[in-house]
């Protein structure tokens, strides 16, 4: 009740700062170290992130120096309220944001969500990121792209109808949805219009930056981080967009976002700033206290100016001089008034000169220290910054964030939550009240699920092979194409090598209709690199956040192309074997195309994901064909391969379809010559050292499906431990 009662009054600045600054101190200690009774927020302690880099010394050779990144910064972000990182280029606003959301691994520093230290992984499950870019599958409508949102987001024990509740009210609170009657007939917009792209027309920036947000908030989050969420949308773009963000966070999220100078429009919605410098913290506290704060360092807000924009001047303005910016880092962690330093125009333009040195912190009588502020930070980390009352939007069609909506998950006190050795998450379990339209709400505190996905393994494939076929049909391009290139070429392979005679002429045709047809296969699946790497992007965003498992991504890969894949390899099959009559089992050389098809997509599939770029995965799936194609056993024999390349012949992906398809084709006595000697097709294997075993040309399917396997399992460990968005 008294923590009740403390939260309303500081949320209207009814207590004074003793007030808070009392029960910080006295509050009890609860899980992970944490003090409970706060009104509520993230709290950052002593936050640090060192890197290595090389700088050239004073005689001029390389070195290797440690540089702060971030340094020492503590402060919080209050619940309820829009936190805005701001400061000027290479302040280390993202670094920040990075750190607060559990994505650098070697962060010194501490974490806590409302009193609970938060390891990164309790970050990641309670959290949502929405990076500057916005990754989202181009032909999947608004609608689709949300609605895929929900099922990975908030479980199988969410109703169909609840999720898609949650969804139309969604849509309709991020402004995605304006409905108005003309002549009779209703007009939507954006709600079932594709996302789009460069070469399919869709949404504009603001509403696909609105949509990247809804993709994150389904789940309710306790935490939003918003990197960059204005960045190359217009001003009123931008507006609307961080007005939602403004919303979301009366709904009761700890709203935290970086921004690069906001309009005046834009400023007058965030509640709470920290403005850092050279990974600094130069202020944390209101947008209101920014001139109380100017007024202590000694530096008065010009008349008509903003004073935000004069705090980024003034720091601007120490970052050139002989002090730096440290001057400013310090006074805002103890009170010690910087030196003073006045603007001199020369030829050279703007310059400071420091007119008087810094006051010393060695006695009580020092005028440049301000004595409250110290012995507030020395007591508690929190202190000496006050709550801004969130400025709720007053408008009268201005669309609300309820917290059955936004806000399923309740903000995780030490109460609600049960941290074991496997770091899950346990929310708790209350009824949601019901929403606006008088369903019950759906929130993620009534789905009960525990541990780290909301999905069973089985369910988060079938959702990712729906969103696959999904975007197949949407773009069949890539399917089509394929299957194009392999029609053709079957159509040019029966032409020219129609009905080969058995005699020596017909042995060299039918040797270079099957290593033509070998690379045919391999290449076919070269259009594979850049698909997948433009796709890698939006998987990392994914599962950033446990939206699926990285395992089942790639088993519903798998699954989702296996049927296209042996319509590809049937249409060539089909139209060269009777074309040319060929001898051995239909079924093994459909098998062992198909077989080819699949190690050669595993192949290139992975290739894609070590590569960072397509024009480097084009280079090096051409390179790879050349060796494999090299030694294969079309130029030299297996037993002739000198020793030390041995091993080459042995990885290759297409010896196993080139010798396989040979043992269809000639294994048995059928005669090729009678003159000067006999010759059979054993022969004709034996001399290019191929082995006739019974059953051999078997095991080459068996080769070529371990590579397959082989090549995949090597895809999901690159996914699964080194496609994360974590810095090191």
């Not at 508690?380 to 399923?408: A, C, F």
């Not at 090729?672 to 051999?696: E, K, M, N, Y």
Request: hydrophobic share 40%; proline share 4%; with cysteine.
């Amino acid at each position: 009740m008294a923590h009740h009662q403390h939260q309303h009054n500081g949320r209207h600045g009814g207590h004074r700062l003793e007030t808070v600054i009392d029960m910080a101190q006295h509050a009890p200690e609860k899980a992970g170290g944490g003090r409970f009774g706060f009104t509520g927020g993230l709290e950052f302690t002593s936050l640090t992130y060192t890197v290595v880099k090389k700088q050239r010394g004073a005689g001029g050779e390389w070195e290797k120096k440690d540089v702060d990144l971030l340094h020492e910064i503590t402060g919080y972000a209050p619940k309820g309220c829009v936190t805005a990182v701001m400061g000027p280029s290479g302040a280390g606003k993202s670094t920040f944001l990075d750190a607060l959301a559990g994505r650098i691994a070697s962060l010194d520093g501490r974490v806590a969500l409302d009193g609970v230290e938060m390891s990164p992984s309790l970050i990641k499950r309670s959290s949502a990121y929405v990076m500057q870019d916005d990754r989202l599958f181009p032909m999947l409508t608004v609608f689709e792209t949300l609605m895929f949102a929900a099922d990975f987001r908030l479980g199988s024990s969410v109703s169909a109808s609840d999720k898609k509740l949650r969804v139309e009210n969604l849509i309709e609170q991020l402004g995605l949805t304006s409905t108005h009657e003309h002549q009779r007939y209703t007009v939507q917009s954006s709600r079932n219009t594709y996302i789009g792209d460069e070469g399919t027309r869709g949404v504009s920036g603001g509403e696909r930056r609105r949509v990247s947000i809804g993709v994150d908030i389904i789940h309710g989050p306790a935490l939003l981080f918003l990197d960059e969420p204005t960045s190359g949308l217009d001003s009123t773009s931008a507006h609307s967009v961080i007005e939602k963000v403004h919303d979301i966070a009366c709904g009761g999220s700890t709203v935290v976002l970086t921004i690069h100078q906001p309009s005046s429009r834009i400023l007058l919605l965030l509640d709470h700033l920290v403005i850092l410098a050279r990974g600094q913290l130069m202020y944390s506290g209101g947008p209101k206290e920014v001139t109380a704060h100017l007024a202590r360092m000694g530096r008065k807000v010009p008349k008509g100016e903003n004073s935000i924009e004069h705090l980024l001047d003034v720091i601007q303005e120490y970052e050139q001089s002989e002090f730096g910016v440290k001057a400013l880092a310090e006074f805002c962690l103890t009170g010690l008034k910087p030196p003073k330093i006045t603007a001199t125009y020369g030829a050279e333009g703007l310059s400071t000169v420091s007119s008087i040195a810094q006051t010393p912190l060695s006695g009580p009588g020092d005028e440049g220290f301000d004595h409250s502020r110290r012995s507030q930070h020395s007591r508690s980390p929190w202190n000496g910054v006050q709550l801004t009352p969130s400025r709720r939007p007053k408008h009268k069609d201005q669309h609300r964030y309820t917290p059955e909506i936004v806000m399923g998950t309740p903000t995780p006190l030490s109460s609600a939550y049960t941290v074991n050795e496997d770091d899950y998450l346990t929310p708790t379990h209350r009824a949601a009240a019901p929403n606006a339209t008088g369903a019950p709400g759906v929130g993620i505190n009534t789905l009960g699920h525990r541990g780290k996905f909301a999905n069973s393994y089985l369910r988060e494939v079938w959702v990712l092979m729906r969103r696959n076929f999904t975007n197949i049909w949407r773009t069949p391009e890539l399917f089509l194409s394929r299957l194009m290139v392999l029609t053709v070429m079957g159509f040019l392979m029966a032409t020219m090598f129609t009905k080969p005679k058995d005699d020596p002429q017909g042995i060299t045709n039918r040797l270079s209709f099957f290593i033509f047809t070998v690379c045919v296969f391999f290449f076919s699946s070269n259009d594979a690199v850049p698909a997948f790497i433009q796709e890698r992007f939006i998987f990392i965003r994914e599962t950033s956040h446990n939206a699926y498992r990285a395992s089942a991504y790639v088993v519903a890969g798998v699954i989702t192309y296996l049927p296209f894949l042996l319509l590809q390899s049937a249409a060539y099959a089909g139209i060269v074997w009777f074309a040319l009559k060929l001898h051995g089992q239909f079924l093994y050389f459909l098998v062992m195309l198909y077989a080819s098809l699949l190690s050669t997509n595993s192949f290139v599939v992975f290739i894609s994901s070590v590569v960072p770029n397509f024009i480097l995965g084009y280079a090096a799936v051409i390179a790879f064909t050349a060796l494999f194609f090299l030694f294969c056993g079309y130029f030299l024999s297996s037993h002739s391969i000198p020793l030390a390349w041995k091993w080459m012949n042995t990885i290759s992906t297409m010896k196993y379809p080139y010798e396989g398809l040979l043992m269809n084709e000639f294994d048995g006595g059928r005669v090729f010559a009678t003159a000067p000697i006999t010759l059979t097709g054993d022969d004709i294997l034996q001399q290019l050292g191929i082995s006739t075993v019974d059953g051999r040309k078997w095991w080459m399917v068996l080769y070529l499906l371990g590579w397959a396997v082989f090549y995949r399992v090597l895809f999901y460990l690159i996914l699964r431990f080194a496609s994360k968005n974590k810095r090191k």
